[in-house]
């Protein structure tokens, strides 16, 4: 009956080579599978933080019962105040003193609305235009 032992062997210059070139490829694997894991845990990190903000984020919403979005809203200026309703539901959502150019802004829709200064056509600048102008109810109206 035969049978078999693993006992101690001499190695041959051919075994040796291949082992040799064996233990270079699995230097090179483990290389690489250590860049991939570093990529991998660069990822994990930037991952974990972006869903653990977003989780917090739907947990106040969930909690609170209300989620901040854009939403359209108007602005009104009335005697110097600025007024900003949201569209939707018409709610006054905040006032504030109007700045100077809303104020400039508003000056100029109201003359206007009520037939104030018109202008056709554009001048060079310095070129005098009063004499293209008339006076007509609530304001002056551009000559044609």
């Known amino acids: 009956m035969t049978s078999t032992m693993e006992l101690q062997c001499k190695l041959s210059e051919p075994e040796i080579l291949a082992r040799g070139r064996r233990l ?20 994990f990190k930037f991952d974990d933080k972006r869903l653990a903000k977003e989780r917090a984020r739907l947990e106040d919403e969930v909690n609170n019962g209300f989620a901040y979005r854009q939403v359209a809203t108007s602005k009104t200026i009335v005697e110097g105040v600025c007024t900003i309703t949201r569209d939707d539901t018409m ?10 150019n809303e104020l400039q802004l508003q000056m100029y829709k109201d003359e206007e609305r009520e037939g104030g200064i018109r202008r056709r056509g554009r001048k060079k600048r310095g070129e005098d235009d009063s004499a293209d102008l008339e006076v007509v109810e609530g304001g002056a109206k551009a000559r044609g």
């Open 91 to 100: 709610q006054i959502v905040g006032t504030r003193p109007a700045t100077s």
């Open 24 to 43: 270079a490829a699995i230097g090179r694997e483990l290389s690489d599978a250590q860049r991939v894991l570093e990529s991998a845990k660069e990822v």
